[in-house]
């Protein structure tokens, strides 16, 4: 009965089933204009890929392609005196200063340089020696400042006996409120998603500031802390 | 030596929120082009406009249910990469994806290339040959050669559209042979070889049934 039902399906349904033959085979030679060479493969574009990664927040994919070459103009200084300091943090004129505080890999706290800028482009390192001229404004609550892992900035001032205020605003709380990462709130981390730039050691990065040329960048006091640090930390 | 041609159709994404479907629309794209470093590559996009299917036959995909917005969201972006990736799209009004895909093989194999169709659509099977295979990422990347599509269909891959055309596709909503099934036409196609060939001896055949000839 099996094969008769098949063979009257067959001899009932031609015009159903030729009809379905049509609709399931695939066509090879549809009139359709095409060159080879139009479909040679090709490297990607990294700076398209790179903007749709950063509207997508791809992070990961995003490190894969590394950050862009950085050339804009920086100003970039060492502190040389105390009335230098005082001179350039009044020239902020009460704008929201950041301070950068470097740590060493094993997370203690190596400070002999502490950054501090107030505007794009611009910054100035001010070593141990001038602290003592920068420790009054770090301690005034009323002057603004802003720094990646408050916490951890608090603690290596206290270590030189700087009581500092003031710190308004967290970078690295503001990173983890966005984005609920943990491994994406380091500065270096942030610098990358946000701004699409590498932070690195700053004589290699910027072969032509005064940080690269000056000896006076060379630490003078090594602190114990930093002798044995090995990578992230801006220690020689 | 032996230049390689792919022709992908968009990855099919997962269910799941836009930027999870983004993400994996992505992946899956790097994914192909680091591992399998294709000479030549395309993504064939389908038509807007009707195709000869649709003319002839009006209910042709008709069951299909309307795309989910969230999907038709991300066909924007996946242009978009595959634009940042230079990987050329082709579209062409009035022919069906398969269409294109079928005759960009033909012609790249004539011209002495092995292709790699990229999709999860199983009528992409009766294009493989010796020169042409079909890769399916929504499968974990399984590898479909002339020997596998027998596994996998049951019938050789130049028998892929006569054993759908007998048994229906309710995928595509082709309507097949009624009361012939799945089994019935994977024995029908190996008894006979072919489509025409049953219908042939169908016609000829009396009333104990169709004979039991194996197909030459």
């Known amino acids: 009965m099996e094969k008769k039902a098949y063979r009257e399906s067959l001899q009932n349904n031609v015009e159903r089933i030729r009809m379905s033959q049509r609709l399931a085979t695939i066509s090879t030679d549809v009139p359709v204009e095409f060159s080879v060479e139009s479909v040679k493969a090709q490297a990607p574009n990294p700076a398209l890929l790179k903007a749709i990664y950063q509207e997508m927040e791809f992070h990961s994919l995003l490190k894969e392609l590394g950050p862009s070459e950085d050339t804009r103009e920086r100003q970039y200084a060492v502190i040389p005196s105390g009335d230098a300091l005082r001179a350039w943090l009044a020239e902020a004129q009460g704008a929201p200063v950041a301070v950068a505080i470097s740590k060493s890999a094993e997370g203690e706290f190596a400070l002999d340089t502490i950054g501090l800028a107030w505007r794009p482009g611009e910054a100035r390192a001010v070593h141990t020696e001038h602290f003592a001229a920068l420790a009054p404004w770090l301690e005034d609550a009323g002057a603004v400042k802003i720094a990646c892992d408050v916490k951890a900035a608090l603690l290596a001032l206290a270590r030189f006996g700087i009581e500092a205020r003031g710190f308004a605003h967290d970078v690295m709380l503001y990173a983890f409120l966005l984005d609920a990462d943990p491994a994406g709130c380091a500065l270096e981390e942030q610098a ?3 701004l699409d730039l590498k932070l690195g050691p700053a004589r290699s990065s910027m072969p032509t500031s005064p940080w690269n040329s000056s000896n006076s960048y060379r630490r003078r006091s090594i602190p114990a802390a930093c002798a044995g640090s090995t990578t992230k930390s801006n220690c020689p | 030596m032996r230049a390689h041609a792919r022709v992908l159709r968009p990855c099919a994404p997962p269910p799941a929120s836009p930027p999870r479907r983004s993400i994996s629309s992505t992946t899956c794209l790097r994914k192909l082009s680091k591992q399998h470093a294709p000479a030549y590559v395309a993504a064939i996009f389908e038509s807007a ?5 649709v003319l002839e036959f009006p209910e ?3 069951n299909r249910a309307e795309t989910p917005p969230d ?19 082709l579209e062409y009004p009035g022919f069906e994806a398969d ?13 002495g290339m092995d292709v790699v169709v990229v999709s999860s659509d199983k009528d992409m099977l009766q294009l493989v040959n010796d020169h042409v295979a079909m890769l399916n990422p929504a499968k974990d990347d399984e590898w479909y050669d002339a020997e596998k599509v027998k596994s996998f269909m049951g019938v050789r891959p130049d028998q892929v559209a006569d054993l759908l055309a007998l048994k ?3 995928v595509d909503n082709i309507p097949g042979a009624p009361g012939i099934g799945d089994k019935g036409a994977k024995d029908l ?7 025409d060939a049953a219908l042939e001896r169908a016609a000829e055949s009396g009333e104990e049934g169709l004979p039991r000839e194996p197909a030459k």
């Open chain 1, 192 to 194: 990358r998603r946000r």
């Open chain 2, 49 to 53: 406009e009707p195709t000869h299917r």
């Open chain 2, 60 to 62: 042709y995909k008709a």
């Open chain 2, 71 to 89: 999907l038709l969201e991300q066909i924007p972006f996946v242009r978009r990469i595959l634009e940042a990736m230079r990987i050329p799209i």
């Open chain 2, 99 to 111: 269409d294109v895909i079928g005759t960009l093989a033909r012609r790249a194999e004539a011209l």
């Open chain 2, 168 to 170: 229906g596709d309710a």
């Open chain 2, 189 to 195: 196609i190996e008894r006979f070889g072919s489509l």
